[in-house]
């Protein structure tokens, strides 16, 4: 609702906008692939899944092939019952992993869901704290002349343009950890299949892990955003004494500061993971 001063209304229009993809977010990190956007995306990957798995099971073949060239200097050495078992478990490991990998996958997601949801619960915060515009700020801005006014016009435009551009870069990078969820299961068949081969089996490691990665990516996600809730419930302390254009500059110069490492946070969710975790 429009509070008759532009000021007011530009700087409360970009709030909105943040508050609103901030909550966008809460609802995307709780969902799984299978829902997002109602399931239609998920129809597709599975159809395109489908169809790549009949390529990977062509490379299963090949890089069970090449494996036993290169792991074994001779066929006599094939006909030793302990290597031949080996070599048998190996293959029937990777065509399970091709045949089954799509379920492996959703059960991994599935316990990485519950870890979001119960850092959610014990942090309880089930939705992001909204950032609201302080009132002593909107007082001193109504109690602004027109020629006072100009200098605060400056500030909030590019306050403004700061914050709106903000939220879609955050938005952004949640959305972008969907589409690489989709992607990973899309193409699985095809590094999963590397596992037949040993000299291979490091690409169907490489790409295990870089799911778990993605996956875990939800919880780093989610933990930056408890940690902004917790500032924005806490707003930056505004001088009542200081000019309006102060204290305006002041909040929102701290606002934007945690807007930036928020955003920062997220989009380097992927790299703390890896580094956490798997060591870079």
Known sequence: MSSGNWVVDNLNNALNTWNSK??????????????????????????????????????????????????FGSFAEMKRPEVAVKVFIRFVLAKAAITYGLELMIALFSIVQGLVSTIMSVSGFGSGAPAVLPQEIIDAINKCGFFESI??????????????????????????????????????????SAFAGEPSQSVGKSFIKSYCAV?????VIVLACIIFSVFASSPPVVDPNAAAVTMVWGYVSELVFN??????????????????????
């Not at 807007?259 to 870079?280: H, P, Q, S, T, W």
């Open 22 to 71: 901030l909550g966008e977010i809460w609802h995307i990190i709780t969902q799984s692939p299978t829902e997002f956007k109602g399931g239609a995306v998920w129809g597709v990957i599975l159809n395109i899944h489908g169809a790549v798995q009949a390529i990977g099971l062509g490379l299963l073949v090949l890089f069970f092939t090449i494996g036993v060239m290169k792991t």
């Open 151 to 192: 200098p605060l016009w400056a500030v909030t435009l590019l306050g403004g343009l700061f914050i709106t551009v903000l939220s879609f870069i955050l938005i952004m990078s949640v959305y972008g950890r969907f589409f690489k969820l989709y992607l990973y299961t899309a193409i699985a068949p095809v590094p999963l």
């Open 215 to 219: 996956c875990l990516e939800g919880a």
């Open 259 to 280: 807007m930036l490492v928020l955003v920062g946070a997220v989009k380097m969710a992927d790299r703390v993971v890896r580094e956490m975790i798997f060591g870079g």
